[in-house]
């Protein structure tokens, strides 16, 4: 499997705090050009995330678009996605995998270098996160910052498709890459900014990336 160089993650958290409803950004996104993305909600019901999965599925159309649902291993198939990403406190990755419907994508973030092992270790994630690499503001709690150089150890224990996470900007993205990422996850960097919208924040990062 071969990860784009940016993976964004639509926080609906982050998206009601800047005031812009979760199908216009879908949308800036895929008018950016990008055809995967991961949607996350934590605060939603079943029902919220299954009706707003639908919706995000009419804007990144099945077979032309990876469309990923953040946590909800059981509704996966129910709302069209085309994969599950879990946390350290979600689901068991080796139950998740189980749970999936074959075919289906899962990817595992893991915080450090032990997380990651036991990860490998399962055989489960098509793909793992490592993160924090910057401090971020995307979480309440965070995890430790794990910086370049916990990429490069991440890198150094998986051939997985890697993607690194935590307030990578445009101008640090590249070094990310480098240091061994194939992918960096975006949430709060792609908001509008300093007169730029959402689809140019989605270019400036594209840009920095090639």
């Known amino acids: ?3 784009p160089r940016l993976y964004p993650i639509l926080d609906a958290d982050a998206l009601a ?8 950004a879908g ?3 895929y008018d950016a050009g990008v055809r995967w993305v991961q949607y996350r909600d934590k605060q939603a019901t079943d029902t919220e995330v ?8 009419a804007v990144f159309p099945a077979g032309e678009a990876v469309l990923l649902v953040n946590d909800r291993v059981h509704l996966c198939a129910a709302a069209g996605a085309d994969g599950v990403h879990i946390g350290q406190e979600d689901m068991d990755p080796a139950k998740a995998r189980k749970a999936l419907a074959r075919g289906r994508l899962l990817g595992v973030s893991t ?3 032990a997380q990651l092992r ?5 055989g489960a994630a098509d793909y793992l996160a490592i993160g924090p690499v910057f401090a971020t503001a995307s979480k309440e709690n965070p995890d430790p910052v794990v910086g370049l150089e916990g990429v490069k150890a991440a890198r150094a224990l998986t051939q997985l ?5 935590g307030g990578i900007t445009a101008e640090s993205g590249r070094e990310v890459i480098e240091a061994g990422a194939d992918a960096v996850a975006v949430i709060s960097g792609l908001l509008p900014q300093a007169g730029r919208g ?3 924040r989605v270019r400036d990062f594209l840009a920095f990336l090639r």
Not at 50 to 57: G, N, P, T
Not at 161 to 165: D, F, K, N, S, T
């Open 27 to 29: 949308h800036a996104v």
């Open 50 to 57: 299954l009706e707003r999965m639908r919706l995000l599925r």
């Open 161 to 165: 498709p890697l993607v690194a996470i």
């Open 118 to 122: 036991a990860a490998v270790k399962t």
């Open 111 to 113: 915080h450090n270098v």
């Open 1 to 3: 499997m071969e990860l």
């Open 198 to 200: 959402m689809s140019e």
């Open 17 to 24: 705090r800047a005031g812009i409803p979760l199908i216009a």
